[in-house]
């Protein structure tokens, strides 16, 4: 008789607020197994590790349904401390190490060997002295173990991503009770060697009884060292195979996978725009944004176009418009209209008619404790010296309340925002109608380009439709030029006429928004 | 892989430098003789030395400098106060004023280290208006507390409406006692060589507190708040530990300095105290975020050289002595400025150099084609 699998995830199901994330996903692990985890941005791979894992925020977001059993016995974790007193140790996308401290040092980061002195009996364990040797020596297996040299005396800071990543897989390893290992992307920032040197380690681990969830982008790599495939989309497990009988472009088409057919004919499926002049364009454009670093991008914008950028997290999409607007750290060119504009400083931009609605609309887009009137008002008064009434050859600038109000009541009909009056405090609107008032306060710029970041993020459905025909509009009645951001591609097909995707920081190819998914597909795995 | 400049070492060591520079002009003008420098700058040390290590553990745990290090003075004056109205005298009296400022300190590195839990990232501007606060109850306690509430029965010490503590604290029943338990000369200079064994024991204990996994955890918790309570480290209870040996250790300093210096000013011995001793530490070469025991000492040496020759040389200059009084004040509140200056551009430096990585990365793909 075969053995009961090593963890099992029976019908796990998820929502935030009423919005499904997770549908009735059902995993099966066994000792030694590698199954690989792939799914577009949002499909619900990062959740489902998260309440593996015993993650705060899913306990504060109202739990999850359905069971996990590891070895035949129902667990239920409270925090990732019980997680892991259960063998299960995680990888996380973003560093958890201490910069300042030794490779051995952050793999035993807590768990540290000790000696005792007679102070710790007096007063508390905690006064214990560390011994570096045992220590020294626990780390060194795990690195051995691991398979991959890395100095187990460098301080984090002096080390290369790659070994950064290494001491964060030792660090698990060094874990006695370790059973199932969960790496989030962990080749994303590694080098082809380095990648190949982690695989085989993976399989190091996996004959060692070690079972690994693996989760990236690289599908080759899942090819090479897993066992199944296991893909996600939308909160469903949509297919499972063993790794031995598929190929890339079968789970590619099953990453984006919707039905193509069906909603062909809204889409602009032409590269109609050749003839249009360019209006804006990016030269050898870097952006230091942190997790979305943006190398080396040439982009060019033709006038009364909606371009889309789209594109995996963490590839450097958001960081296009963040730098251009000198929001980040930027170096390169930028020429808009035959003007050069200068990068890193936010008041030129606004000054040569540009406008950005960030993705971040609750820190950056809004002035949560001021009125509608104000948030809707404030940019273009400061800007353009709009809404003011000017005494004494504009010496003293007085605000015209009522131009305000006219113009916020008039944005507030148009984009049917849900509010009480135009005095209501943005804080108290629901997201939806706060990311509609984004969009009002960038429309009162009357900009000639306008940036717009995620703006269907955290919104439901009825508010995402409105947003994205306000912006349609917007561009069709004004000619106002688009640049949209998003990370959904479906969202992008539907409302651009050219989408360029951006993997690894660069732009790694532009469509027209009607090609083929595949097409998309391709060319978001193609750097990254 | 880093390659330090000569030019990194000397902006790293700007501070120091600049003071060893300005010791090296002022010292011939005051004309005063190497014997009575000599002899002044180790009376210092012996007097300063404990209550400027008080500070590095908070440093060690990432909270900056310590300003509410007056809290643990304040302690450590209470305690005196009260062991003097006991008239408990020499070494014991010390020993006893230690014994009843440490419970007090606690409490209020207990207090300190909350409130800065609270507000984590702006530690050093909170800890210096908390000092401003305690301050207040402080004199609260001493001017009206003490008689009606907390019994004072010698007149010597309370002030003559019957009430309250006088302007000065004469300490003479436990002048220098420590400081002359071991007496010894060496060529005219006077050596405090007990307060050395109390100073060198405190050294020793702070190196061993780095190698414990408490020290361990205030380093991790000093860099990154979130990775060490990720690891399952209590991120709040070590900082507040930190807090209290801080002020429990500045209690002690506290009273080891009034020992030396033979009375108590009842309502400005403390008050400046905390400002003095971070000027040192950071002429000793320390930052916000670094220090070490090495940064006490060249600090103690340096700033204080500064203190007894600058006032003299610019008798000597300008004729008037008060020119190097306000000299004194000035450059104290000028190092600090200085220092919380070169640690914002330092950060600020880290991150542009991640641009100029990326840029350099670019260029060099280019040339590859």
């Known amino acids: 008789m075969e053995k009961a699998p090593l963890l099992e995830m029976r019908n796990i199901k998820k929502d935030f607020n009423g919005n499904q994330v997770l549908s009735d996903i059902n995993i099966t692990l066994r000792e030694g197994e590698v199954i690989g985890l792939c799914g577009e941005n949002g499909a619900g791979k990062s959740t489902l590790m998260k309440i593996l894992f015993g993650a705060d925020v899913i ?82 297996e795990a690195i051995q173990q691991m398979g991959v040299n890395i100095d187990k005396d460098m301080v984090i800071n002096d080390m290369p991503v790659g070994h950064k990543q290494f001491t964060e897989i030792a660090r698990e390893l060094s874990k006695k009770q370790l059973k199932i290992l969960i790496l989030d992307e962990p080749t994303a920032v590694l080098t082809e060697k380095e990648a190949e040197a982690l695989l085989d380690s993976i399989r190091g681990m996996s004959k060692r009884g070690i079972a690994v969830i693996f ?55 032409e590269d109609i725009g050749k003839d249009k002049r360019t209006i804006l ?51 390169g060119e930028i020429n808009f209209d035959g003007q050069d504009i200068p990068l890193n400083d936010p008041r030129k931009c606004l000054d040569a008619s540009f406008a950005f609605v960030a993705e971040d609309r609750r820190n950056v887009g809004l002035l949560l404790d001021e009125s509608l009137e104000w948030n809707v008002s404030f940019p273009a008064m400061q800007v353009q010296d709009k809404y003011l009434k000017k005494y004494f050859g504009g010496l003293i600038k007085w605000r015209d309340d009522e131009a305000i109000k006219k113009v916020t009541a008039k944005y507030i009909d148009e984009l049917k925002v849900k509010c009480t009056s135009t005095k209501q405090k943005a804080r108290e609107l629901s997201g939806g109608n706060q990311q509609k008032i984004c969009l009002a306060k960038a429309f009162a710029l009357n900009p000639k380009l306008l940036f717009v970041s995620e703006p269907t993020r955290g919104i439901d459905v009825g508010a995402k439709a409105l ?50 998914l595949e097409k998309f597909g391709e060319l978001m795995l193609m750097n990254c | 892989m880093k390659n330090k400049s000569i030019g990194d070492y000397l902006r790293r060591f700007s501070v120091p430098l600049m003071f060893v520079i300005i010791c090296l002009i002022c010292a011939p003008i005051s004309g005063l003789s190497p014997n009575y420098l000599i002899n002044e700058i180790v ?149 405090p060589v007990a307060t050395f064994i109390v100073i060198f024991l405190l050294c020793l204990v702070i190196i061993w507190f780095r190698k414990t996994k408490l020290g361990q955890d205030m380093r991790a918790v000093g860099q990154d708040m979130d990775v060490s309570r990720d690891a399952g480290i209590d991120v709040e209870r070590t900082r507040i530990i930190s807090m209290i040996l801080s ?54 040496i340096l700033f204080h050289t500064m203190f ?62």
Request: net charge neutral.
């Open chain 1, 59 to 140: 306990r504060e977001t109202g739990g999850y349904g359905g069971d996990i059993l590891i070895n035949n016995e129902k667990v239920s974790f409270q925090s990732p401390f019980d997680a892991i007193a259960a063998g299960i140790g995680m990888v996380h996308q973003e560093f958890s190490l201490i910069p300042g401290f030794k490779a051995t040092e952050n793999i035993l980061l807590n768990r540290e060997s000790k000696k005792k002195s007679i102070l710790s009996d007096l007063f508390s364990d905690r006064l214990d002295t560390l011994d570096r040797n045992e220590m020294n020596r626990i780390a060194q």
């Open chain 1, 215 to 269: 989760i990236t982008h690289r599908l080759g790599e899942i090819l090479s060292v897993c066992d199944r495939v296991v893909t996600m989309r939308d909160g469903y497990v949509v297919n499972e195979t063993p790794a031995s009988e598929t190929s890339i472009p079968e789970i590619t088409s099953w990453m984006v996978g919707r039905d193509v057919a069906d909603t062909g004919s809204s889409y602009v499926t």
């Open chain 1, 281 to 331: 364009s990016i030269k050898k454009l870097w952006v230091d944004m942190p997790g979305e670093t943006v190398r080396n991008v040439n982009l060019d914008v033709r006038e009364g176009e909606i371009l889309g950028i789209g594109g995996l997290a963490g590839q450097g999409k958001l960081g296009i418009p963040k730098g251009i607007m000198g929001l980040c750290n930027a170096g």
């Open chain 1, 467 to 516: 947003v994205l025909d306000a912006l349609k509009k917007l561009n069709k009645e004004q000619g106002v030029t688009i640049v949209m951001v998003s990370s959904e591609l479906e969202e992008l097909r539907q409302t651009c006429d050219r989408i360029a995707i951006v993997s690894g920081g660069k732009v790694s190819g532009i469509l027209p928004a009607g090609e083929k």
């Open chain 2, 43 to 191: 009376t210092r040390i012996g007097r300063n030395a404990f209550l400027i290590l008080s500070l590095l553990i908070p440093i060690m745990a990432g909270m900056g400098l310590n300003f509410s290090m007056t809290l643990g003075a304040m302690a450590g004056e209470i305690g005196l106060i009260l062991v003097s109205d006991w008239q408990i005298v020499g070494i014991p009296g010390m020993i006893l004023a230690m014994i009843v400022s440490i419970p007090i300190s606690t409490l209020l590195g207990l207090f300190c280290g909350k409130v800065l839990n609270m507000a984590k990232g702006r530690e050093m501007i909170t800890s210096y208006i908390i000092s401003f606060f305690i301050n207040g109850i402080y004199q609260l306690v001493v001017l009206y507390l003490m008689g009606p509430v907390i019994p004072i029965v010698h007149s010597t010490i309370k002030l003559p409406r019957g009430y309250g503590i006088r302007n000065t604290v004469s300490l003479l029943s436990m002048r220098q006692h420590l400081d002359n338990l071991i007496p010894l000369n060496i060529m005219g200079v006077k050596i």
């Open chain 2, 247 to 300: 002020t429990v250790f500045a209690g002690i300093g506290m009273i080891i300095y009034l020992q030396n210096m033979g009375n108590i000013a009842t309502y400005s011995s403390h008050s400046q105290i905390g400002m003095f001793c971070i000027a040192a530490l950071l002429v000793g070469g320390a930052s916000v975020d670094k220090a070490s025991i090495g940064n006490v000492f060249l600090g103690i």
């Open chain 2, 308 to 369: 007894i020759v600058a006032p003299k040389a610019g008798t000597v200059i300008t004729g008037d002595s008060m020119i190097g009084e306000y000299f004194r004040v000035f450059v104290s509140y000028a190092v600090i400025t200085v220092a919380l200056i070169m640690y914002e551009t330092n950060k600020r430096k880290n991150k542009s150099k991640a641009g100029m990585q990326l840029a350099l990365d670019q260029e060099q793909e280019e040339a590859n084609g």
